[in-house]
Each structure stands twice: as structure tokens, then as C-alpha cells.
């Protein structure tokens, strides 16, 4: 942070020599556009894309991102609290919002619902970077992904790619009876920094289908109307929907019959109750890119 250096000598049976070396002043800041609210005016801000904003009481912290991040060419904010955070998010609408979560006054938890709350920041990818390792509750309130402090720099920067400017283009469309399962994955999705359409049924899909093609389809398969083994038939049939991958997510038990049915139609099938987050977005990703 203080572009200082460490260094060591050692001989053996003679003893060891360390090294600090530290600069009367301290380098500047690499040309990263750096937007502190206190230092702002109303215009520059609206006017401004962000890509990354920080929410971090810790200056360190901030020289850090700053140093991590100088040569890729990505735009940040910083935020010193949590009521500040939320107002530039407002503000910026940043791509992606890294989070601390142990700052006095307004914790990161507090943060995270409040953003999660607000149907105009909702969508925007959270990543938790904290010395906290409460995985389970991070999740549950919207996190995106959890990094624990100290994170190294290819680590921070292999993450924060994902979501900055190669995933908001890519289309999913979730078809699923249960309102409350479509809404959760339809978050889930969005939290990831996909853009999602909605079916409640096989009949609607084809509908969303025709109207504009998804790059992937998340398929319940016992539904009303036009349940899921009819969805992939009729979707088959038109040559400019044959190569959308489809990822079957059901509760049903699957007879041998039924997946040979689904054989050819499908890239995948995971059952409710045994998949895990992590996994899934990892199927996603990949059937998208293949």
C-alpha cells in the first residue's frame, strides 16, 4: 500500500538478515477515477459510469482496491459508510458493489438488505470482502459472492470479472408453475447479472420464445396448460430454437421412459431438492458458452 519493500538475507550458521524499506512519501495513486461523495458535486455524479463502488470505512482498504485494480481500466467509488453507500448506489448504479461488513454505525447486513430491498438496486451483483465468514447468512440475504479478507489481487480481480460487462447481455428465461420458485430463481439469476424473462407455464414460454430468443432455458417439468415434456417438444420442432440449451430443474423422480424422452431435448437435469447454488450458475455458465 506504502509502495515500500520487505526483504531478507540469511547464511547458514551465520544468521539472518530482514530488510523494511519505506518511502518519505508515498507514491501516487494510480489513475483510477476515484469519486469520494464528500469531494463530489450532484453533476459530476450523475454524469459519471461506475463500475466497481466500494463500501469500506477502512482509507487502506481503498489505496488497496485502487492498487489492485490500476490496469484494468475499471472506474471506481468509494463509499466510508453504509448510509453513504447506499446513496451513491443510487447514484452510480454501479456494475458491481463490494462490501465490507464490520463498519460502526451501519453494518454491512444492513447494507445488503437495504440494497436487496430496493427494486432499483436489487439487480446489482454484491460481493462481500470482510474479515466475517458468515457464508450461510450472506447468501441468504442476496450476496453474490463472499471473499475473505485478506483476498489476493487475481482472486478479487477473476471475480469481479464475472460480472462487469459480459453477463448483463446474456437472456435467461425461467419457466416455473410455482410463483415463489420462479421469483427465487428469477433472483438469483439477477443477483448474478443476468437479464431474466418469466413463464409460468410451457404455452407462455413459447410465447416469450418467439417474441425474443433466450441464450438459455431453466425448465420445470410438471406444469399446467403445457407441461415441460411438451415445452421441449414443440420447442424442437422450430430449427431456430434447436441449439437452446435447456436445464431441466425439477422436483419429480424421472422414470427411465421419461429420460429418454428428454434425451437430445435437454443439456441437463437437477433435482430441487439436491443442487446447490454454486454448481448451477456453473452449469449456466458453461452451457452458455459452449
Known amino acids: 500500500i506504502l509502495s515500500g519493500s520487505i526483504g531478507v538475507t540469511s547464511e547458514l550458521g551465520e544468521g539472518s ?3 523494511c524499506w519505506l518511502p518519505l512519501c508515498p507514491a501516487e495513486s494510480p489513475p483510477i477515477i476515484d469519486k469520494i461523495a464528500a469531494n463530489l458535486d450532484d453533476q459530476t455524479e450523475e454524469s459519471s459510469e461506475v463500475s466497481i463502488l466500494l463500501i469500506d470505512d477502512e482509507p487502506s482498504n481503498q ?7 490500476a490496469k484494468k481500466g475499471w472506474s471506481l467509488a468509494f463509499a466510508e459508510n453504509g448510509q453513504e453507500g447506499l446513496r451513491l448506489a443510487k447514484k452510480f448504479h454501479p456494475k458491481v458493489i463490494c462490501l465490507d461488513i464490520l463498519m460502526p454505525s451501519m453494518d454491512g447486513w444492513r447494507v445488503l438488505s437495504a440494497l436487496k430491498s430496493d427494486p432499483e438496486l436489487n439487480n446489482i451483483p454484491v460481493i462481500i470482502v470482510s474479515m466475517t465468514d458468515e457464508k450461510k447468512l450472506g447468501f441468504s440475504l442476496g450476496a453474490t459472492e463472499i471473499l475473505s479478507k485478506p483476498v489476493e489481487r487475481n482472486q478479487l480481480i477473476k471475480v469481479i470479472d464475472k460480472y462487469i460487462g459480459h453477463q448483463s ?4 428465461l425461467v419457466i416455473e408453475d410455482d410463483v415463489t420458485t420462479n421469483e427465487m430463481m ?7 447479472g443476468f437479464t431474466v424473462t418469466q413463464a409460468l407455464n410451457g404455452r407462455d414460454a413459447i410465447a416469450c420464445v418467439a417474441k425474443e430468443v433466450p441464450e438459455l432455458i431453466l425448465l420445470d417439468l410438471m406444469m399446467p396448460e403445457m407441461d415441460g415434456f411438451e415445452f421441449v417438444s414443440e420447442l424442437r ?3 431456430a430454437w434447436s441449439t437452446i440449451p435447456v436445464v431441466v430443474l425439477t422436483a419429480k423422480l424421472i422414470s427411465l421412459d421419461e429420460r429418454m424422452k428428454l434425451n437430445g431435448y435437454v443439456n ?8 446447490d447454488r454454486k454448481s448451477l450458475l456453473a452449469d449456466i455458465r458453461r452451457f452458455m458458452v459452449e
Open 169 to 172: 447481455s446474456h437472456s435467461i
Open 186 to 192: 428469477a433472483k438469483l439469476l439477477r443477483n448474478e
Open 17 to 19: 538478515s530482514f530488510t
Open 63 to 69: 489505496q488497496l482496491m485502487r492498487r489492485y485494480l
Open 237 to 239: 420442432k422450430q430449427e
Open 268 to 275: 441437463d437435469i437437477v433435482q430441487k431438492g439436491s443442487f
